[in-house]
């Protein structure tokens, strides 16, 4: 007999991790106790990694409305906002972080696959990506291994599929010891004057449903509730949950799609992500008012031997589900053929809210559809949430107790090398960041990526940004910064933001202090999304990041990155983060203050890792980033960088390495020397200014009332500070450069 028609028990439930009072539920909306296959299927969609159970009344809290947005949240694979000239950009980024903990090649390089699948399952054309990974302690064995392995993964994915990689971030702290994170983003084009939105919505009873893509394997089963739980001792046995990619498939899959999409048989197509077949079946039929049946028999496999449950629980990648208009078949087989592709029929939608699953026509799993996805009935939960301990210890922290080091020379070179604020050209050379001639900041760096919009003047700025210990030190607002910050990347290289998308990366919800940083974090990213009038398009939560040996529990700093999308409207505003000529004058805007709380220096140099958040107001910095949009428009300044980790002096080098330049300043003799040069206050852009504008510019600083101050000017390569010779470019440009390949060299 087949177990997995035997009628189920709440121990069965908790095995497959739900709650009893959940096992309950599904028995009432079954109206019977539900077998192995039926309770595998909510044990999956309602996992927090499909359902956001534990998450969604603080989501549904985010702004989704703004100026150009096409598709909001939640509505389907991605966002959709319009960028102008009849163009639109769909994007977003997700985490693979539990895969990449484990295997880090594969759960890297199917991180990208599905972010891709995302966007060109809406009909939009991939055509950049950015990643945010973050490590442990950079030395050890552990983290060389995992960076290793997740940077070849996205190369070897990104490279193949023929999408650029243009830009993103890297973090070392050792709370991601054991588990790091994986963010991947990827941005698309679709034309809407002349291609079809796809959407990811089934209708028209008696359509045919197709799996279209890559056999079907064992790999990834289960995926979405292994990474609903923590990582143990023994998550190694976890191994078969993670997925196995094929780029070259994808590649196929893409045009495959792409010319499917011109022919327009779809009416809705959905990537098989998380929880495979289950998941496309019930949430395009959710979507769209309708059911399904499924012959999971004709779903072409890898292996002979695979059972039902296993083709409905696999993850296998490069696969999707599409529903086609019912007598156009022909013309859906012949596109797949062509690009010898595996394309098969399974199925059809029916004219009620039912899924039913057969195998070798035996009914094996029958349920409504929309009691199974977020936004219908699946649970929702207010969790318990509560300050923690050391949040208090934080704010108590004073600038007095830390004596300024007697050789500043000495620790500007010790934070230049350090690998949060080091080049990560051992990590981006293994990418292909020029595949499609798209990146415009290959020979022009820009504090966020910019992407050619051909045929237009416009370009596209994007960025990936989250600072985690500020975070950690403050929720709310680190949160702020965090969207603040990658404003300021769009805004100083020449854009204006439009719309974010986020991957909130934190620990167990269940523990009242994690779930204490999350709501405070998000109540942070809403004000500040609200700001700059930048909507949530969409994104991912990813909990459960911590690492559970026998001793403790270590959650992992709370993550929640942000990627964000600007619009340049016209290409001569694209202003690079360079120092571009010996003999220009260098501006600061913003206002410098006594400030070294959460910042690179204060951990690195002092070891003191309890210190609330560098100082920061939305206000400040909102009349900040309006200020630099007209001084950008009026085209007075020859480079703009924002001050982030490492402080001024940092942002400062960073501009002047870009530039094979120096640079001469004078600091500000009422703050702290260790302030002025490695503090991390927030709303500061270092600036250059060629002197036939500085008239202007100083006209049109003092318009506003905004914040600046005269540094000093660019040298030929020479760095002096207070009169005081600090050596030449080249040797901090070697620290800085060759840092990070030295740690992993050994």
């Given at each position: 007999?087949?177990?997995?028609?035997?009628?189920?028990?709440?121990?069965?439930?908790?095995?497959?991790?739900?709650?009893?009072?959940?096992f309950?539920?599904?028995?009432?909306?079954?109206?019977?106790?539900?077998n192995?296959?039926?309770?595998?299927?909510?044990?999956?969609?309602?996992?927090?990694?499909?359902?956001?159970?534990?998450?969604?009344?603080?989501?549904?809290?985010?702004?989704?409305?703004?100026?150009?947005?096409?598709?909001?949240?939640?509505?389907?694979?991605?966002?959709?906002?319009?960028?102008?000239?009849?163009?639109?950009?769909?994007?977003?980024?997700?985490?693979?972080?539990?895969?990449?903990?484990?295997?880090?090649?594969?759960?890297?390089?199917?991180?990208?696959?599905g972010?891709?699948?995302?966007?060109?399952?809406?009909?939009?054309?991939?055509?950049?990506?950015?990643?945010?990974?973050?490590?442990?302690?950079?030395?050890?064995?552990?983290?060389?291994?995992?960076?290793?392995?997740?940077?070849?993964?996205?190369?070897?994915?990104?490279?193949?599929?023929?999408?650029?990689?243009?830009?993103?971030?890297?973090y070392?702290?050792?709370?991601?010891?054991?588990?790091?994170?994986?963010?991947?983003?990827?941005?698309?084009?679709?034309?809407?004057?002349?291609?079809?939105?796809?959407?990811?919505?089934?209708?028209?009873?008696?359509?045919?449903?197709?799996?279209?893509?890559?056999?079907t394997?064992?790999?990834?089963?289960?995926?979405?509730?292994?990474?609903?739980?923590?990582?143990?001792?023994?998550?190694?046995?976890?191994?078969?949950?993670?997925?196995?990619?094929?780029?070259?498939?994808?590649?196929?899959?893409?045009?495959?799609?792409?010319?499917?999409?011109?022919?327009?048989?779809?009416?809705?197509?959905?990537?098989?992500?998380?929880?495979?077949?289950?998941?496309?079946?019930?949430?395009?039929?959710?979507?769209?008012?309708?059911?399904?049946?499924?012959?999971?028999d004709?779903?072409?496999?890898?292996?002979?031997?695979?059972?039902?449950?296993?083709?409905?629980?696999?993850?296998?990648?490069?696969?999707?589900?599409?529903?086609?208009?019912?007598?156009?078949?022909?013309?859906?087989?012949?596109?797949?053929?062509?690009?010898?592709?595996?394309?098969?029929?399974?199925g059809?939608?029916?004219?009620?809210?039912?899924?039913?699953?057969?195998?070798?026509?035996?009914?094996?799993a029958?349920t409504?559809?929309?009691?199974?996805?977020?936004?219908?009935?699946a649970?929702?939960?207010?969790?318990?949430?509560?300050?923690?301990?050391?949040?208090?210890?934080?704010?108590?922290?004073?600038?007095?107790?830390?004596?300024?080091?007697?050789?500043?020379?000495?620790?500007?070179?010790?934070?230049?090398?350090?690998?949060?604020?080091?080049?990560?050209?051992?990590?981006?050379?293994?990418?292909?960041s020029?595949?499609?001639?798209?990146?415009?900041?290959?020979?022009?760096?820009?504090?966020?990526?910019?992407?050619?919009?051909?045929?237009?003047?416009?370009?596209?700025?994007?960025?990936?940004?989250?600072n985690?210990?500020?975070?950690?030190?403050?929720?709310?607002?680190?949160?702020?910064?965090?969207?603040?910050?990658?404003?300021?990347?769009?805004?100083?290289s020449?854009?204006?933001?439009?719309?974010i998308t986020?991957?909130?990366?934190?620990?167990?919800?269940?523990?009242?202090?994690?779930?204490?940083?999350?709501?405070?974090?998000?109540?942070?990213?809403?004000?500040?999304?609200?700001?700059?009038?930048?909507?949530?398009?969409?994104?991912?939560?990813?909990?459960?990041?911590?690492?559970?040996?026998?001793?403790?529990?270590?959650?992992?700093?709370?993550?929640?990155?942000?990627?964000?999308?600007?619009?340049?409207?016209?290409?001569?505003?694209?202003?690079?983060?360079?120092?571009?000529?010996?003999?220009?004058?260098?501006?600061m805007i913003?206002?410098?203050?006594?400030?070294?709380?959460?910042?690179?220096?204060?951990?690195?140099?002092?070891?003191?890792?309890?210190?609330?958040?560098?100082?920061?107001?939305?206000?400040?910095?909102?009349?900040?980033?309006?200020?630099?949009?007209?001084?950008?428009?009026?085209?007075?300044?020859?480079?703009?960088?924002?001050?982030?980790?490492?402080?001024?002096?940092?942002?400062l080098?960073?501009?002047?390495?870009?530039?094979?330049?120096?640079?001469?300043?004078?600091?500000?003799?009422?703050?702290r020397?260790?302030?002025?040069?490695f503090?991390?206050?927030?709303s500061?852009?270092?600036?250059?200014?060629?002197?036939?504008?500085?008239?202007?510019?100083?006209?049109?600083m003092?318009?506003?009332?905004?914040?600046?101050?005269?540094?000093?000017?660019v040298?030929?390569?020479?760095?002096?500070?207070?009169?005081?010779?600090?050596?030449?470019?080249?040797?901090?440009?070697?620290?800085?450069?060759?840092?990070?390949?030295?740690?992993?060299?050994?």
């Amino acid at each position: 007999m087949d177990h997995s028609l035997e009628a189920t028990t709440v121990e069965t439930a908790k095995e497959l991790g739900l709650l009893p009072e959940e096992f309950d539920k599904i028995k009432e909306i079954l109206g019977r106790t539900p077998n192995l296959n039926e309770l595998s299927i909510y044990s999956v969609m309602w996992s927090e990694h499909c359902s956001y159970k534990n998450s969604i009344v603080w989501l549904k809290t985010l702004p989704k409305d703004g100026p150009h947005m096409l598709v909001k949240a939640g509505e389907e694979n991605a966002g959709l906002v319009d960028i102008g000239d009849g163009l639109a950009c769909a994007f977003k980024i997700e985490s693979h972080n539990h895969p990449s903990a484990l295997e880090p090649y594969q759960g890297a390089a199917t991180g990208v696959g599905g972010i891709n699948r995302d966007i060109f399952t809406m009909g939009a054309r991939p055509i950049a990506q950015l990643n945010s990974l973050r490590f442990g302690k950079a030395d050890t064995e552990r983290t060389k291994w995992l960076m290793k392995g997740v940077t070849k993964g996205i190369g070897d994915y990104g490279n193949s599929f023929g999408v650029p990689i243009v830009g993103g971030e890297v973090y070392f702290d050792p709370c991601y010891e054991q588990n790091p994170l994986v963010n991947a983003f990827s941005a698309g084009i679709l034309n809407i004057e002349k291609d079809k939105m796809i959407s990811a919505n089934s209708g028209g009873p008696g359509n045919p449903v197709f799996i279209i893509g890559s056999y079907t394997g064992k790999d990834g089963i289960a995926g979405a509730a292994f990474a609903s739980k923590d990582l143990t001792d023994a998550s190694a046995d976890d191994i078969p949950s993670v997925q196995v990619g094929d780029p070259f498939q994808e590649k196929k899959l893409l045009e495959a799609t792409m010319e499917l999409a011109q022919t327009g048989a779809i009416v809705g197509m959905q990537d098989m992500g998380a929880a495979g077949i289950t998941c496309s079946t019930s949430e395009m039929s959710a979507a769209g008012g309708v059911g399904m049946e499924i012959h999971l028999d004709k779903v072409p496999t890898r292996q002979d031997d695979m059972q039902a449950w296993e083709i409905l629980l696999s993850e296998s990648q490069e696969r999707m589900l599409a529903v086609i208009e019912k007598g156009r078949e022909e013309e859906v087989l012949a596109i797949f053929e062509k690009w010898d592709l595996p394309c098969a029929q399974i199925g059809h939608v029916i004219d009620e809210d039912r899924l039913s699953y057969y195998w070798h026509g035996e009914l094996i799993a029958e349920t409504p559809a929309d009691p199974l996805v977020l936004g219908g009935g699946a649970p929702v939960y207010y969790r318990e949430h509560k300050e923690p301990a050391y949040f208090k210890q934080y704010q108590e922290f004073d600038i007095n107790s830390i004596t300024v080091p007697e050789d500043l020379q000495a620790v500007a070179k010790q934070l230049i090398a350090h690998p949060n604020i080091a080049s990560k050209r051992f990590i981006y050379e293994q990418y292909d960041s020029m595949v499609g001639t798209v990146n415009m900041s290959t020979n022009k760096a820009t504090d966020a990526a910019v992407v050619n919009l051909k045929d237009t003047n416009r370009a596209l700025a994007m960025t990936v940004d989250c600072n985690a210990r500020y975070v950690h030190a403050n929720p709310e607002t680190g949160a702020m910064i965090a969207v603040a910050e990658a404003a300021r990347n769009i805004v100083v290289s020449g854009g204006v933001p439009s719309a974010i998308t986020n991957c909130l990366n934190f620990g167990n919800p269940y523990s009242p202090e994690v779930y204490w940083q999350f709501v405070n974090a998000i109540k942070g990213m809403g004000k500040a999304c609200e700001k700059f009038q930048t909507p949530v398009t969409g994104g991912n939560v990813s909990f459960y990041n911590q690492t559970v040996s026998k001793d403790k529990t270590e959650p992992v700093f709370p993550t929640p990155t942000i990627g964000m999308i600007g619009i340049i409207e016209d290409k001569k505003h694209i202003t690079p983060m360079n120092f571009s000529q010996k003999g220009d004058l260098i501006f600061m805007i913003g206002e410098n203050r006594n400030d070294i709380s959460s910042s690179q220096y204060l951990v690195e140099i002092h070891g003191v890792q309890e210190s609330s958040t560098p100082f920061f107001s939305l206000e400040e910095e909102y009349a900040q980033q309006e200020q630099i949009k007209m001084l950008i428009r009026k085209g007075v300044l020859s480079s703009a960088h924002d001050v982030s980790e490492g402080g001024l002096f940092v942002a400062l080098m960073e501009s002047a390495m870009a530039g094979k330049l120096g640079f001469d300043i004078t600091s500000d003799s009422a703050i702290r020397r260790d302030a002025y040069l490695f503090g991390e206050s927030q709303s500061r852009v270092v600036v250059s200014v060629h002197p036939d504008h500085e008239d202007e510019f100083i006209d049109l600083m003092m318009l506003n009332g905004v914040e600046f101050d005269l540094l000093g000017h660019v040298t030929k390569g020479s760095i002096r500070i207070d009169d005081i010779d600090w050596g030449h470019v080249e040797d901090y440009r070697e620290l800085y450069d060759n840092a990070l390949g030295n740690i992993m060299a050994g």
